[in-house]
């Protein structure tokens, strides 16, 4: 078996996983701390309750963000020793310094927030989950900046084969880094509303402290309104970006083949199985998809029959991925609107409640979706343009080493991820009346 | 000396130490963790106890091995790349058992159940005690040197060995050093953090290991000076001995602390001493080398040919210089406000 398949599989499933609990700890840390500077400027206790509640469930994701963070940092030695050769002149100090800058920000007042109810002031207690929610979206930076670089490499000269550090302020100010930072930001806001709206749906469905959820339910509504809109008009532009930079991965999104200017967008796209164009491709609308990825309809979009097909990506994956994702991004949107126009009924929705616990995973699918696009519409490229993911192996690791880890990884991976979420089930169930301490 | 020799040097002694303080922080961690089937076994009240002790630091005890991690890929690329590629299998059983010990310490405690909580704690001694372990002889492996050679056909420094040559005894020995040198350790931050019965337990059965642990130090002083070539330096600049002999120093001023009036804050002191000269000690040893082959000189991985660019290495020197001291006093501040004297009788 090919090891750099094999090696592939698990790092997907490695990054699969964690981003499984990474949207949830930028988006409810935010929420927590909005909840708790409430509590501190009013001194209600209900938002006190609700900074607890949110928290609680947030505390639980967080620790399996940390714990799966950990093996992606191990994974680019051990699986990808020829690309830590190549990039760590850039991409191993980006790393370095989110822990360094931020990781133990994060990891130190989440404690004083978990453990320090009482050991510190109030006002230094939302100060540190505020702390915790800043440092979460500044490690998300550094790490879409790093892969940044992978996609669309700057700052960068090759000396002695290997890519060494030429400008950091352009490491820094990568176009095609911030425009992923702004789009998983936002997806991760929605993401977050969407949960805690969905976990307020239950609470109304069985009729226990509607008062309370319907407090939280109005807030998440606004913040989905938001950021499902900034969502889609941050996809947009990255969209542009990825049109600009990375013309193999859009084509294969689009599933455009023919060069042309004034590109039109069909509306019914089905490529064939054998990657070498479309089988339907029809309803077009004149230029449309040119403009899109433009602003002007006159623009030439390169397709894939003018990309070499040993530097195209796999296009089903990326096309079916890309088209998933637009489609349950709309959805959400809709939702979102319609939910902030009738926030104030929706706790009498009776059976329609459901809708909103049966989205809670739909943000959760997009955002993976959305890796997908990203990851495998790079590929044959680790670094785009640069290094082909088939040199960037570890010459000294044997497949069956790595299928034996794969193996034991995707089993302790299921393990820990299933027992998450059925214990954040657990606590959002329970309600905000278990006022547990942590460690009791 | 051009300036990007000497920020690789500088590099290099701030890897040893991210290292250093990684042993000292999570090695309490690690400690309180093995003792728990031993201190802990009778009661619920206890381990709880043991867990709070531990629980608000893990983590950002962890993030220091994180950085560590981090730095030798930012400073030293290609000793992180041959290092995590040739130690393969054992760094993911390493990673497994990191993770298994994180989760299970904290979800613990969102279920009352007395056989979920007895499977998580089963998680967490197994996940500390393997990875104690490993650290131990991956460490003595890389002391006594690993068979690394530059192979042309792959472009790439590669490991002729195989998985039972890392089972050396004397890394063997390492491993079972880090061990006992982390129930000690953990066992004194235990007894520091205690009151009544479970620090009784803890002082009593720290002060039970450490003659193991003090003679298992020096019978791994000799075998390092017998079997790795780590004694070069000190044969060249004698000077140097100050720091191994300082270890000694530390260890045994920790043994007397213990012993004598038992003063556990100082014992533990005396310890963070110790497990700091030790690991400078071999990392200084290793000098100009991260990675030594035992096989030949040019297939060491070393401050001049691992080396990241001067530019790279000297932003990363500015941002260490800023935040790492500023991490340091937010990390203490947080542990006198967080550490609590938990008392079980």
Redesign the interface.
């Known amino acids: 078996m090919d090891p750099v398949i094999l090696s592939r599989l698990q790092f997907a499933l490695a990054t699969a996983v964690h981003f499984l609990f990474v949207p949830l700890t930028i988006g409810l840390s935010f929420y927590t701390a909005w909840m708790e500077t409430k509590y501190v400027r009013s001194g209600k206790e209900i938002y006190k309750k609700q900074a607890k509640f949110w928290g609680r469930i947030f505390l639980i994701n967080f620790v399996l963000g940390v714990v799966t963070g950990i093996a992606l940092e191990f994974q680019f030695g051990t699986n990808w020793a020829n690309y830590s050769k190549y990039v760590g002149d850039i991409f191993g100090s980006l790393l370095a310094i989110e822990a360094t800058v931020a990781f133990f920000l994060e990891s130190t007042f989440i404690a004083v927030w978990a453990f320090g109810w009482d050991r510190v002031s109030k006002k230094f207690h939302c100060f540190s989950i505020w702390l915790v929610a800043f440092a979460g979206t500044i490690s998300a930076l550094w790490i879409l900046l790093a892969n940044g670089f992978m996609q669309n490499p700057v700052g960068y000269k090759v000396v002695d084969g290997v890519a060494r550090l030429a400008s950091f302020t352009d490491v820094l100010t990568n176009t095609y880094g911030w425009h992923m930072y702004l789009h998983t930001v936002c997806g991760a806001f929605v993401l977050s509303s969407f949960l805690i709206m969905g976990v307020c749906a239950w609470h109304f469905f069985v009729g226990r402290n509607v008062e309370f959820f319907h407090m939280a339910f109005k807030t998440a509504s606004g913040f989905a309104l938001i950021f499902t809109i900034c969502s889609a008009i941050a996809g947009h532009q990255l969209g542009q970006v990825t049109a600009e930079h990375q013309k193999s991965k859009f084509a294969a999104m689009e599933s455009v083949w023919v060069t042309e200017p004034n590109t039109p967008m069909y509306l019914l796209t089905i490529p064939n199985l054998t990657e070498d164009g479309n089988l339907v491709q029809t309803l077009p609308v004149p230029g449309a998809l040119s403009f899109l990825a433009t602003n002007r309809f006159d623009q030439t979009i390169t397709g894939l029959n003018d990309i070499d097909p040993s530097e195209r990506p796999p296009v089903w994956p990326v096309f079916a991925s890309f088209r998933i994702m637009v489609g349950l991004g709309c959805l959400l949107l809709a939702v979102a609107i319609l939910t902030y126009i009738i926030k104030s009924f929706v706790p009498s929705l009776g059976w329609g409640l459901w809708i909103y616990i049966l989205l809670i995973p739909v943000p959760y699918l997009a955002a993976e979706l959305g890796w997908m696009v990203t990851e495998i519409g790079r590929q044959p490229w680790v670094v785009f343009g640069l290094m082909k993911t088939s040199a960037a192996g570890s010459p000294p690791v044997d497949w069956y080493q790595i299928l034996s880890t794969l193996v034991v990884m995707a089993g302790i991976y299921a393990l820990i991820a299933i027992t998450g979420f059925i214990l954040m089930i657990k606590a959002a169930i329970k309600g905000p009346d278990d006022t547990a301490e942590h460690y009791a | 000396m051009d300036s990007s020799y000497v920020l690789s040097v500088i590099w290099f002694v701030l890897w040893g130490v991210l290292w250093a303080v990684y042993f000292i922080l999570d090695g309490y961690d690690f400690g309180i963790a093995m003792w728990l089937p031993l201190i802990g076994a009778s009661s619920e009240v206890e381990r709880?106890a043991m867990?709070?002790v531990t629980?608000?630091?893990w983590?950002?005890n962890?993030?220091w091995?994180?950085?560590a991690?981090?730095?030798?890929?930012?400073?030293?690329?290609?000793a992180?790349?041959?290092?995590?590629?040739?130690l393969?299998?054992p760094?993911?059983i390493l990673?497994?058992c990191?993770?298994?010990r994180?989760?299970a310490s904290?979800?613990r405690?969102?279920?009352d159940n007395r056989w979920y909580r007895f499977i998580c704690d089963g998680a967490v001694v197994t996940g500390s005690l393997v990875a104690v372990i490993l650290l131990g002889v991956a460490f003595s492996n890389l002391f006594r040197g690993l068979p690394l050679e530059y192979?042309e056909a792959?472009q790439?420094f590669?490991?002729r060995g195989n998985l039972l040559n890392l089972l050396h005894p004397y890394c063997l020995l390492g491993g079972i050093l880090f061990v006992l040198m982390f129930l000690v350790h953990g066992g004194l931050y235990l007894g520091w953090r205690t009151e009544g019965d479970l620090r009784k337990k803890a002082i009593y059965l720290t002060q039970a290991v450490w003659p193991i642990f003090f003679v298992v130090f020096l019978l791994y002083v000799v075998l390092t000076f017998a079997w790795a070539g780590l004694y070069k330096n000190y044969f060249s600049s004698p000077l140097l001995l100050a720091l191994p002999l300082l270890c000694a120093i530390l260890f045994v001023l920790s043994g007397f602390h213990l012993y004598w009036k038992t003063k556990v804050g100082k014992s533990l002191l005396a310890s963070c001493g110790g497990i700091l000269t030790l690991t400078l000690t071999g990392v200084l040893g290793m000098f100009p080398n991260l990675i030594p082959s035992r096989l030949v000189a040019s297939g060491s991985l070393n401050v001049v040919n691992a080396s990241?660019?001067g530019?790279?290495l000297g932003?990363?020197l500015v941002?260490?210089v800023i935040?790492?001291p500023t991490?340091i006093a937010?990390?203490i501040w947080?542990h006198k406000?967080?550490a609590v004297t938990v008392k079980v009788d």
């Not at chain 2, 992180?80 to 040739?86: G, I, P």
């Open positions: 709880s867990y709070r629980g608000p630091f983590d950002g962890e993030v091995l994180i950085t991690g981090g730095v030798t890929f930012a400073a030293f690329p290609l992180y790349a041959v290092l995590f590629s040739s393969y299998t760094l993911m990673l497994f990191l993770i298994l994180g989760v904290e979800l405690f969102q279920w192979d792959t790439f590669m490991f990241s660019s530019k790279t932003i990363m941002v260490a935040f790492v991490v937010y990390q947080a406000k967080l």
